[in-house]
């Protein structure tokens, strides 16, 4: 590497984050099952850190699994359950399930709260939850942070939080979602892929 002029790319130092209280702990329903057969059947949901120049940025996804489709999000100064909870409300605004939905997380203290498992039951969702310590159990939503700090973040350090918010609203909404591909869909876009088996399930029908 060093003959060649080349360096690894290094992240940057994490924010120190206060422990929270674990209250509601779920066994690991979902299993490693990454790959539902329709969508709405299985999402997962995690937060990553941004740094800015006033200082971390916090953001939660929601990810649906059978096309890896962002459907809920949320950006916010703090790292609080109102964080996740705006994320999973975003995405059950948008997708409006009819059947219950299992949705996976770790086992933070904002997922463990009281009022992260009243949400779940009030909108007929069911929780899952990954052991503790093993990150391969949320494989899917840790690739999606790995691809947006690879492919926008990279080693900037943004003047502002709002600057954050607004290129990682772009990169969400306007490239990942509707452009970028992905091998598990065939090298189709998230957006696309759910739009081929809308297709496929109309001409069964």
Same mark, same amino acid.
């Given at each position: ?11 940057? @130092?994490? %924010?120190?984050? =206060?422990?929270? &209280?674990?209250?509601?702990?779920? +066994? ?6 990454? !790959? ?58 948008? @997708?409006? %399930?009819?059947? =219950?939905?299992? &949705?996976?997380?770790?086992?933070? +203290? ?6 992260? !498992? ?88």
């Amino acid at each position: 590497m060093k003959r060649e002029g080349i360096q690894s790319q290094r992240g940057y @130092r994490k %924010p120190r984050l =206060k422990g929270g &209280v674990e209250n509601i702990i779920v +066994s690991n329903k979902l299993a490693r099952e990454f !790959n539902p057969h329709a969508p709405n059947q299985s999402w997962v949901t995690d937060i990553t850190y941004i740094k800015t120049h006033e200082s971390w940025l916090y953001l939660a996804v929601v990810v649906d699994l059978f096309s890896r489709r962002v459907i809920g999000w949320s950006m916010k100064s703090r790292i609080t359950k109102e964080l996740v909870l705006d994320a999973l409300l975003m995405a059950i605004w948008r @997708r409006s %399930p009819i059947d =219950k939905v299992l &949705v996976h997380s770790d086992q933070g +203290s904002q997922y463990t709260s009281h009022d992260w !498992n009243k949400f779940l039951k009030q909108h007929g969702l069911e929780s899952s939850m990954s052991r503790r310590g093993n990150c391969h159990d949320n494989a899917v939503a840790e690739s999606f942070f790995q691809l947006l700090k690879r492919e926008r973040i990279k080693r900037k350090i943004y003047t502002t939080r709002e600057e954050a918010r607004m290129d990682i609203f772009e990169y969400i909404e306007m490239f990942y979602n509707i452009k970028r591909r992905h091998g598990s869909n065939n090298q189709l876009s998230p957006v696309e892929y759910e739009k081929q088996y809308e297709i496929k399930l109309k001409s069964v029908y």
